[in-house]
């Protein structure tokens, strides 16, 4: 088992443009998660998924959307990229118990 | 959602040291869990509670689930290099809560 995988590993982007955060997990596990993560700080929940077709807005959705079509993809999707989305963003996905397994994350700059 | 405090938010440590940290709540939680983070990497899971009272084990490392489910506790015994890193504590009800994380660093 891969886990959680996410790509890319890092991203510069302008401000204004847009991209597609990937995550997958070959576990078969319905909950999805994506967090970021600022210096010094813990995790914030920005969406989450219980299941395909489903998903919920967390902490801090703002500037954010995701999509579920299928168990094993959750992608993240930032619109209009803006320097405070400079981050470091980690995918999540748990299966029944409540242990959280996490993807390497993916560095992304905004300037 | 609900607020964690974790401390202390840095510690040095020697090598063959016990250390210890831990996390409070004003909430109540049916879940804690224990990550750490080594630099460039997503947080491992090394330690889940399930119960208020219990106290659980992973080769070097303890946690404990507090008796009121407000708090919880991690030891690292006979600490080594490779004990550096963040360790996050996490607490669920509903969604799950991270604390800020206790940076660990080998002392010189």
């Known amino acids: 088992n891969a886990g959680v995988t996410q790509t890319p590993k890092f991203r510069i982007l302008k401000i204004g443009q847009s991209m597609t955060l990937q995550c997958a997990q070959d576990?078969?596990?319905?909950?999805m998660y994506w967090y970021r993560q600022d210096p010094g700080m813990g995790l914030k929940l920005i969406y989450y998924?219980?299941?395909?077709?489903?998903?919920d807005k967390g902490e801090v959705p703002n500037g954010y959307n995701v999509s579920r079509s299928t168990t094993e993809d959750f992608p993240l999707r930032l619109e209009l990229a803006a320097p405070s989305q400079t981050s470091v963003y980690f995918c999540?996905?748990?299966?029944?118990?409540?242990?959280?397994?996490f993807g390497p994350g993916t560095r992304l700059t905004v300037t | 959602g609900q607020q964690l405090n974790q401390s202390p938010q840095s510690m040095f440590i020697q090598e063959g040291e016990d250390v210890s940290m831990n996390c409070t709540s004003s909430?109540?939680?049916?879940?804690w869990l224990w990550y750490k983070q080594d630099p460039g990497e997503g947080p491992v899971l090394l330690i889940a509670?399930?119960?208020?009272?219990e106290l659980t084990s992973n080769g070097r490392l303890t946690a404990q689930f507090g008796i009121t489910r407000k708090d919880s506790f991690l030891n690292i015994s006979a600490s080594i290099p490779s004990d550096v890193g963040i360790y996050f504590c996490?607490?669920?009800?509903?969604?799950?809560?991270f604390g800020a994380g206790t940076t660990v660093t080998v002392r010189a």
């Open positions: 576990m078969n596990h319905n909950y």
């Open positions: 996490a607490g669920q009800l509903g969604k799950l809560s």
């Open positions: 998924s219980v299941g395909a077709g489903i998903t």
């Open positions: 509670l399930y119960k208020a009272g």
């Open positions: 999540a996905s748990r299966g029944r118990d409540y242990e959280q397994y």
């Open positions: 909430s109540i939680f049916n879940t």
